[in-house]
C-alpha cells in the first residue's frame, strides 16, 4: 500500500480559495489514479474529485465542478485540490486515496487513504 499524507487545511471564509496537497509514497510508482474525499461527522465519506494517473484524466462531483481543481507533480508524487469559491457546505475533514488498480466513487473503491485534514469554511 502507498502511504498518503495530506496537507494544507485550515479556516477560509466563505468565497475564499484554499489548496491542498497529498504525497504519495512506498509503491507510489505503481499508483493508479488519486482522488479525494471529503467526511462530515455522522456522514458517509463523500467522492470529491480523481485523477488517473496515466491518462491525466479526471472526473469530478457535481457539487464541486466548476471549483474544484485537482492536479498532480509527477516528479513529487504529489496530487493537488484547489479549491475556489469555497462555501460553508464544504467544510470537512477532506481525505486522499489512492489505488493501484482502479477507480470509482465509492470509499471501497479505494485502497490507500491519508489521515486526513480539516477544512473549515466559515460564513
Known amino acids: 500500500q502507498v502511504h498518503l499524507v495530506e496537507s494544507g487545511g485550515g479556516l477560509v471564509q466563505a468565497g475564499g480559495s484554499m489548496n491542498l496537497s497529498c504525497a504519495a509514497s512506498?509503491?507510489?510508482?505503481?499508483?493508479?489514479?488519486m482522488g479525494w474525499f471529503r467526511q462530515v461527522p455522522g456522514k458517509e465519506r463523500e467522492f470529491v474529485a480523481l485523477?488517473?494517473?496515466?491518462?491525466?484524466?479526471?472526473h469530478y462531483a457535481d457539487s464541486v465542478k466548476g471549483r474544484f481543481t485537482i492536479s498532480r507533480d509527477n516528479a513529487k508524487n504529489t496530487v493537488f485540490l484547489r479549491m475556489n469559491s469555497l462555501k460553508p457546505e464544504d467544510s470537512a475533514v477532506y481525505f486522499c486515496?489512492?489505488?493501484?488498480?482502479?477507480?470509482?466513487?465509492?470509499?471501497?473503491?479505494?485502497?490507500?487513504w491519508g489521515q486526513g485534514t480539516q477544512v473549515t469554511v466559515s460564513s
Open positions: 486515496a489512492a489505488d493501484s488498480r482502479r477507480v470509482g466513487v465509492r470509499e471501497r473503491d479505494w485502497g490507500s
Open positions: 512506498g509503491g507510489s510508482s505503481s499508483t493508479y489514479a
Open positions: 485523477l488517473i494517473w496515466s491518462e491525466d484524466s479526471t
